[in-house]
């Protein structure tokens, strides 16, 4: 008699708690959601989507061509090692967009020389006459 009790709790025991554990997974989902902040697509800080400068291998911001977002505020005296770029965008951005809170100056040389224009926030260029080799970016 005994063994059959241990044989039928054994079971009920299993199931209950999973069930439990189920439930908290469902309750952790949740608590995650609301404890999640909003995306802040003006964000100040290095990296937040406003903090950026998109370049795009190819006019009017064909996300078909190569294209690469850099989000890190900083001056690059060129831009061939970009942080997180896996290619050298020295010269090579035909079309580009900088973020609500950035503002850029491309230089069409490397060391921050030869001709420079200001990019203020929010500028988008769907066909660009200076292709940048080095810039500096700053972000409010």
């Given at each position: 008699?005994r063994?059959?009790r241990v044989?039928?709790?054994?079971p009920v025991?299993a199931a209950?708690?999973?069930?439990a554990?189920c439930?908290n997974?469902g309750n952790s989902?949740?608590?995650?959601?609301?404890?999640?902040a909003?995306?802040?697509?003006?964000?100040?800080?290095?990296?937040?989507?406003?903090?950026?400068?998109h370049f795009?291998?190819g006019?009017?911001?064909d996300?078909?061509?190569d294209n690469f977002?850099?989000?890190?505020?900083?001056?690059?005296?060129?831009l061939?090692n970009?942080?997180?770029?896996d290619?050298?965008?020295?010269d090579e951005?035909?079309?580009?967009?900088v973020?609500e809170s950035?503002s850029?100056?491309?230089?069409s040389?490397e060391?921050?020389?030869g001709?420079?224009?200001?990019?203020?926030?929010?500028?988008?260029q769907?066909?660009v006459?200076?292709?940048?080799?080095?810039?500096?970016m700053?972000c409010?």
């Amino acid at each position: 008699m005994r063994r059959k009790r241990v044989l039928i709790t054994a079971p009920v025991l299993a199931a209950g708690l999973l069930l439990a554990g189920c439930a908290n997974d469902g309750n952790s989902d949740s608590r995650t959601e609301e404890t999640s902040a909003p995306e802040d697509t003006s964000s100040t800080e290095e990296g937040g989507d406003g903090c950026f400068i998109h370049f795009f291998d190819g006019d009017d911001f064909d996300e078909n061509d190569d294209n690469f977002k850099l989000t890190e505020a900083g001056e690059y005296e060129n831009l061939e090692n970009l942080p997180g770029a896996d290619q050298d965008w020295t010269d090579e951005a035909d079309s580009l967009k900088v973020g609500e809170s950035a503002s850029v100056t491309i230089f069409s040389e490397e060391n921050f020389e030869g001709d420079s224009q200001d990019l203020e926030p929010g500028t988008e260029q769907p066909g660009v006459d200076l292709e940048p080799q080095s810039l500096k970016m700053t972000c409010d």
